[in-house]
């Protein structure tokens, strides 16, 4: 989704910061490349750089020599990415960085961004407030201009705890409010809550990309290679991957269905994660918050309820509470 939005605007190129095992994230990511006409490369780093030092680390690929800016995703939190408007507010504003931030209930367990109303201008930071200081804090969404990487030295850096507030204090950082929703995807509840979010602003602003039919209820995304057997009932808050095979007679609701996996005839899974090239078996029942692995087979008639599978496992038997299964 995120390079999705990133190719609209103009990026020609999305640069990942990973520390382990980039050839599986690249190989995963080669479909997007030919898709969507984009170059994905990979910044390795060999030892944990924080949220600012793979910057640095990836300076060579970030500065071209143009000045322009350059975009900054946290990969696990999800929006509508307005990102057109993020550009035309950095270029209006003159400052050195621009921050999305968006609005929540509960500031106190995050920190907060305390910024100029009238003009967006970042003032200061304040960790988890003890008194309202204000109701906004950072969504991970940010946009860059180059003269930025000069803050940053590479080794172990925080990019919201050092470099933000050395760019704040000098009047050069700028927030815009997030509109729309937002979700930090990085926890399996929270990312099946970001699914029912995102398929919701699908169905006010691209309808045609949802599914349809007798057999759909509520908001679902099915890739088209998908395959749905007869008398299925899918939905609300469905989203199925490429080469999956659901059978006749399953029942899904709330779940993630990821690539290559079998659903067999007359199974249910409501509220969990099913990993790529799973199989799950005949009248098998999966709920409560259960994410199986990568190539995780669940045998015929099998109930589990909740739970962690790791990758490649048989489960023979029923898992009657939440574990962690090695």
């Not at 979010?197 to 949802?210: H, I, P, W």
């Not at 790529?276 to 589990?304: C, F, K, P």
């Amino acid at each position: 989704m995120q390079i999705e939005a990133l190719k609209e605007v103009g990026v020609t190129e999305v640069v990942l910061a990973i520390n382990y095992q980039p050839e599986i994230m690249l190989n995963f990511l080669k479909d997007f490349e030919d898709k969507l006409g984009i170059t994905i490369t990979c910044s390795q780093e060999t030892e944990p750089l924080g949220t600012a030092g793979p910057l640095a680390l990836a300076r060579d690929k970030l500065v071209d020599g143009s000045g322009e800016p350059f975009f900054v995703l946290n990969s696990d939190v999800i929006s509508e990415y307005p990102f057109s408007e993020l550009i035309k507010f950095h270029k209006s504003h003159g400052g050195e960085a621009t921050i999305m931030v968006t609005k929540v209930d509960e500031p106190s367990k995050y920190g907060v961004v305390v910024m100029e109303e009238a003009t967006g201008m970042v003032e200061r930071f304040v960790e988890k407030p003890k008194i309202f200081v204000g109701n906004k804090i950072n969504a991970g969404i940010y946009l860059l201009n180059p003269s930025v990487l000069d803050r940053i030295e590479l080794k172990p850096t925080s990019i919201e705890k050092e470099i933000f507030p050395q760019i704040a204090a000098d009047e050069k950082l700028y927030a815009m409010v997030l509109p729309g929703f937002w979700m930090d995807v990085g926890q399996p509840r929270d990312y099946i809550t970001g699914l029912r979010l995102y398929l919701g602003s699908l169905r006010k602003k691209s309808a045609d990309r949802l599914a349809t039919g007798a057999h759909i209820v509520g908001n679902v995304l099915v890739h088209e290679s998908a395959k749905i057997g007869e008398g299925c009932l899918i939905g609300p808050d469905v989203a199925i991957g490429p080469g999956c095979i659901v059978e006749d007679g399953v029942r899904l609701s709330r779940c993630t269905v990821m690539r290559g996996v079998r659903i067999k005839k007359h199974a249910c899974i409501s509220n969990s994660i099913i990993g790529w090239h799973s199989t799950v078996g005949q009248w098998a029942r999966i709920e409560n918050m259960t994410i199986l692995g990568e190539d995780v087979h669940i045998r015929d008639e099998v109930y589990t309820n909740g739970g962690v599978v790791l990758p490649h496992k048989e489960i023979k038997s029923s898992i009657l509470k939440p574990e962690i299964v090695m």
